[in-house]
């Protein structure tokens, strides 16, 4: 058994992709072994800032040979078929095949060959040049006298077989056994042998740690211990302690001091300016909880001082951005946020429908509309919605996209806003993930899902879909934000309803747009006034119909009666987003472990009410868990496939078609069920209108022993055709009665 060390010696590795290429070399290397018939007993790998190593321990020193069969013709066929036979098999001759006999497919040739086994030093030779050559970064450069492509030049190679160079040249770069340290602290170079001896002698003189898992606890022990002795409690950010593990080979860390005059500037701005320009982590005082005036940097040097220079340096970097983003704070606050919003009429959302002005028209209207249905004052909505996207041209956004929301609630306050308003502006973006938090304050709540909506029908109207995993204008997100934001708020807000102006309103946008769009194309007047004005009768046709849509649907008091009137004459695209709110919730319910086919049985009601929804799908999923529930499936599942089966042959008679006289001569039964069915539809309608779920699902329980007796008892295929058409409407009033809650048809299992 041998020992593999490969280690490809570059410049500086771009922190982002250290861990991804640690992961890609390690599993080229160990595919190219596997494929050439090696095996192994142990494989790893380690990354840093110049470094990519891989190990594989107890390596086969050479492949066993490996013995091929070949099958051939029939003994006895003709002479064409064995001369391929013989060239396929590298035979000269048919006497050197075997000749195996088959009790079915009688006596036929068989060419045996033996391949023989290859030198573990002969595969890998092979093998890491055409790894290195075709090896996929994100980014690359090529060497001036060469076609040799990697992420940074490639100074070194060290290639070892159980102590011994395995020879090979990529790029004009040799294979050897020597590597380098530490730039400063100790360069080398140094002379390895196996990984235990280039672990030691570079971990030891060299000032290299070589995994990123030691790396990553170093830091964090000295972050941990700089932070205790000063009274301070670091801000984790998991994605920074990422980036400077791939920034240090021997990471020292050092507490700085920046000027305090600075933590006059939002908090947001100044952990952002560390994070983003200088690698910086921030603190808070232990006490307060304040942030303190002092920053956290991950230094890749032990200074002989203690790192005294480092943090002043440092410290004097950080105060230039800091000046520079006080000018913006400054120059920004002097700027009210209406005149950076008039800005936004100038900047372009999509072609098809407007501007970002235009995009903040349509959101305060509907957030104005929202509000008394998430509790929000009607005003307040449409000032904070108004106001939500001003920041966008700011200095200070400008400088940190990932401020948006978060400095226009600054300016709000500075101005003299009122609190809800400023909040929403800052919390309409959310969530942006599913890790974010959602907005619960009423305004808030308003704005984000009027900003969501909009997108969403927007999209939709010009048609625009998610396709496959492409998601440019990250819909998925928006509409998961949007079920989120409803089912953890438990609003009663009915999404289709909610949609029908937005989608007149985006649809007169693309009327607007296509106008705008049309003075900008070379025409003469004559033709552009003809396409103009085929525009406008386009629009007016659809306008007048969706006003007149609109009004008919106005005096609604619920989204259940829009649905059972009016479902069919609802908008393509909203019609076309309620199925994909529905994959959505479908998504964030099985990722509470809830099933997927409880949610279509549900939805297949019409119900768009997204609260009630889960509701029903919860006591649905408790009611399926009883015996009782398990039972009346299984009855419901008999009394639809005898429907459809009648189905098939004409139609059935309606469930209002019970005669109860016939009912009354019948098996005892056949007027059990028919007193049970009376009960059930009586009590049904009260727990329905309360939103008692449960209750409903008690109520429906009182189905299960008639259903099974009257199976047990009564022949519905009765030689009376009247008796026969009767049970069949009893068994079509079962189905109804269970329909009221869920169509049990959608149920698997």
Same mark, same amino acid.
């Given at each position: 058994m041998a020992e593999l060390l490969l280690e490809l010696f570059s410049e500086e590795i771009p922190a982002r992709m250290q861990a991804k290429a640690e992961a890609d070399l390690l599993a080229a290397v160990t595919g190219k072994l596997k494929e050439a018939g090696l095996s192994w007993k142990a494989a790893f790998g380690v990354s840093g800032p110049r470094r990519l190593t891989?190990?594989?321990?107890?390596? /086969? *020193?050479?492949?066993? #040979?490996?013995?091929?069969?070949?099958?051939?013709?029939?003994?006895?066929?003709?002479?064409?078929?064995?001369?391929?036979?013989?060239?396929?098999?590298?035979?000269?001759?048919?006497?050197?095949?075997?000749?195996?006999? /088959? *009790?079915?497919?009688? #006596?036929?040739?068989?060419?045996?060959?033996?391949?023989?086994?290859?030198?573990?030093?002969?595969v890998i030779a092979e093998a890491v040049p055409e790894i290195v050559k075709t090896f996929h970064w994100t980014k690359s450069m090529r060497t001036a006298d060469g076609d040799l492509r990697w992420v940074r030049p490639l100074q070194r190679i060290v290639c070892l077989l159980d102590g011994a160079v395995v020879p090979f040249e990529v790029g004009g770069l040799a294979s050897g056994n020597v590597t380098e340290g530490h730039r400063v602290h100790g360069r080398g170079p140094y002379t390895v042998k196996s990984w235990a001896d280039y672990k030691q002698q570079l971990e030891g003189k060299g000032h290299v740690v070589l995994s990123r898992d030691d790396r990553r606890a170093v830091i964090l022990k000295g972050i941990e211990a700089a932070c205790s002795g000063a009274g301070l409690q670091w801000i984790e950010d998991k994605g920074l302690l990422e980036e400077v593990v791939g920034l240090a080979e021997w990471a020292v860390v050092v507490l700085g001091r920046m000027d305090p005059d600075f933590l006059d500037l939002p908090p947001e701005v100044i952990t952002l300016s560390m994070r983003t320009h200088q690698k910086y982590f921030a603190a808070t005082d232990a006490k307060t909880g304040k942030l303190a005036p002092v920053f956290i940097v991950v230094a890749n040097i032990a200074a002989s001082d203690g790192g005294a220079k480092i943090a002043e340096g440092n410290a004097r970097v950080l105060s230039a951005r800091l000046s520079d983003a006080r000018f913006f704070w400054e120059k920004d606050k002097a700027t009210p946020l209406e005149v950076m919003g008039e800005k936004l009429k100038t900047i372009a959302f999509k072609e098809e429908l407007g501007s970002l002005g235009d995009k903040v028209e349509r959101v305060a209207a509907l957030a104005r509309e929202l509000a008394p249905k998430v509790g929000a004052e009607p005003d307040l909505a449409e000032r904070a919605a108004r106001l939500a996207k001003a920041d966008l041209v700011s200095e200070m956004v400008g400088e940190f996209p990932?401020?948006?929301?978060?400095?226009?609630?600054?300016?709000?306050?500075?101005?003299?806003?009122?609190?809800r308003v400023a909040d929403a502006i800052r919390d309409h973006y959310k969530p942006q993930g599913p890790g974010d938090s959602v907005p619960s304050e009423p305004v808030s709540v308003a704005v984000a899902l009027a900003d969501k909506l909009d997108t969403l029908v927007g999209f939709w109207a010009i048609d625009e879909k998610p396709t496959g995993s492409k998601d440019p204008f990250a819909l998925r997100r928006a509409a998961l934000g949007v079920v989120r934001i409803v089912l953890e708020n438990k609003l009663k807000v009915g999404l289709s309803y909610s949609m029908i102006q937005p989608d007149h309103r985006a649809k007169q946008?693309?009327?607007?747009?296509?106008?705008t769009r049309l003075d900008t194309e070379k025409l003469d007047e004559a033709e552009r006034a003809s396409k103009a004005k085929a525009i406008k009768e386009q629009f007016a046709r659809y306008d007048e119909d969706a006003k007149g849509f609109i009004a008919r649907v106005a005096s609604l008091k619920t989204e259940a009666e829009l649905l059972a009137s009016f479902l069919d004459q609802l908008p393509p695209t909203i019609l076309n987003l309620r199925e994909f709110f529905s994959d959505r919730l479908k998504q964030v319910l099985r990722d509470q472990g809830k099933r997927h086919d409880l949610i279509d049985a549900v939805f297949a009601l019409g119900e768009d009410d997204l609260v009630l929804i889960v509701k029903r799908v919860e006591a649905l999923g408790a009611f399926l868990a009883t015996e009782d529930g398990a039972n009346l499936l299984a009855g419901y599942r008999r009394a639809a496939n005898i429907l459809k089966a009648e189905e098939k042959k004409g139609a059935l008679p309606g469930a209002d078609k019970v005669d109860a006289k016939l009912v009354a001569k019948g098996p005892e039964a056949e007027q059990a069920l028919a007193k049970a069915l009376g009960d059930v539809k009586a009590t049904l309608a009260g727990p329905l209108e309360t939103e008692d779920f449960a209750g409903a699902m008690t109520v429906l329980a009182g189905l299960r022993a008639p259903v099974d007796a009257f199976f047990e008892a009564v022949m519905v295929n009765d030689p009376d055709a009247a008796v026969r058409t009767n049970r069949l409407a009893l068994l079509a009033g079962v189905r109804d009665a269970i329909h009221q809650v869920a169509d049990f048809s959608r149920i698997e299992g």
């Open positions: 891989v190990v594989v321990e107890g390596l /086969d *020193a050479r492949s066993a #040979d490996v013995r091929e069969e070949k099958k051939g013709p029939k003994v006895g066929a003709p002479e064409q078929a064995i001369a391929g036979f013989l060239r396929g098999a590298g035979l000269k001759d048919i006497s050197e095949a075997s000749i195996v006999s /088959d *009790a079915k497919k009688g #006596d036929f040739y068989v060419a045996y060959t033996t391949v023989p086994g290859r030198d573990a030093k002969d990932e401020l948006q929301g978060v400095m226009g609630r600054y300016y709000a306050l500075a101005a003299g806003e009122d609190a946008a693309i009327v607007r747009a296509s106008l």
